[in-house]
């Protein structure tokens, strides 16, 4: 029940931001951008080994040495197709 109510909360939430981002269309740019920024450097910093152990993170079987060799790589790939 609880659930349904919520549901019912967010949608409402939904239609009510619709006017007010249309009066503010800049700082809803601003914030997806910084939003989509921090988000990214989040999962940046988390590639790394050290910053794992730091967070103590249990290493998994798909943890890279080297991350970002590995994501250079990747990416490196993908342009060239």
Known sequence: K??????YFF??????????????PSGLALYWVSSSAFGLAQNLLLLSPKVRRLAKIPKVN??????????????KERIGK
């Open 62 to 75: 798909s943890e890279h040495d080297q991350p970002y060799r590995h994501l250079y790589g990747k990416i």
């Open 11 to 24: 949608r409402g939430l939904s239609i009510v931001m619709v006017p007010i981002a249309a009066f503010v």
């Open 2 to 7: 609880l659930q349904k109510y919520g549901q």
